[in-house]
Each structure stands twice: as C-alpha cells, then as structure tokens.
Nanobody, 124 residues
Framework: QVQLVESGGGLVQAGGSLRLSCAAS????????MGWFRQAPGKERGFVAA????????EYADSVKGRFTASRDNAKNTVYLQMNTLKPEDTAVYYC?????????????????WGQGTQVTVSS
C-alpha cells in the first residue's frame, strides 16, 4: 500500500516556476515508478511526466519537455516536479501517482495509487 500527498501548488505568473512535491508512505516506494498527471477544468486527466524507480528513466509529455523536470529522493520517499517557464495552459490540478513496476508508463490506468492533487494556477 502506498499513500501519496502532493504539495507545492499555488498561483504564479506566466514565465514563473513552481516545484511540486509528492510525499509517499509505504516501505516499497523505492521500487515504484512515479508519475505526474494533470487535469484542467472540463478536460480529461493527462500525462505530464514519469520517473522510474531509480530515476534512470524519465518520460515527459511533449507539451512540457524542456520546461518540467521530474526527480526523486528515495531516502526521503519523495518525488518532485520542477516546473519552469510556466504558461497559462499549465493551469490544472496536478496529481502524483505510483505504479508498481520499475519502468515508466504514460497511461493513467496503469497507476494504482493516487494523491489528492494540488492546484496550479498560472496567470497571464
């Protein structure tokens, strides 16, 4: 069992930065792939980024490549999403998720554990 709690969301101007954190509980965190997804009002939840258990493999949505970076600190049971050069279209609720396998997936249905989400709002 893995429990996830996101933090770090907020209101930022376009061009600014935020770092989201996702704290995980559960002894097997180190073996899980971790993903970030987001959902804007009226839209489906979409993939943002994923990072393998040892950070050796990452995946990013095309819309965030070069601007967002996923990382993790297994000693702290925490995964991060550094978001730079934010755009108004990045406004959404951001969720972290855990997948019980060592390589990333871009598909939400593969992830068995989800956090409650944190709101990111980017003003123009």
């Amino acid at each position: 069992q893995v429990q996830l709690v996101e933090s770090g969301g907020g209101l930022v101007q376009a061009g600014g930065s935020l770092r989201l954190s996702c704290a995980a509980s559960g002894r097997t965190f180190t073996t899980y792939t971790m993903g970030w997804f987001r959902q804007a009002p009226g839209k489906e939840r979409g993939f943002v980024a994923a990072i393998s258990w040892n950070a050796g493999s990452t995946e990013y949505a095309d819309s965030v490549k070069g601007r967002f970076t996923a990382s993790r600190d297994n000693a702290k049971n925490t995964v991060y999403l550094q978001m730079n050069t934010l755009k108004p279209e990045d406004t959404a609720v951001y969720y972290c998720a855990a997948l019980d396998r060592p390589w990333p997936s871009i598909y939400a249905h593969d992830y068995g554990y989800w956090g409650q989400g944190t709101q990111v709002t980017v003003s123009s």
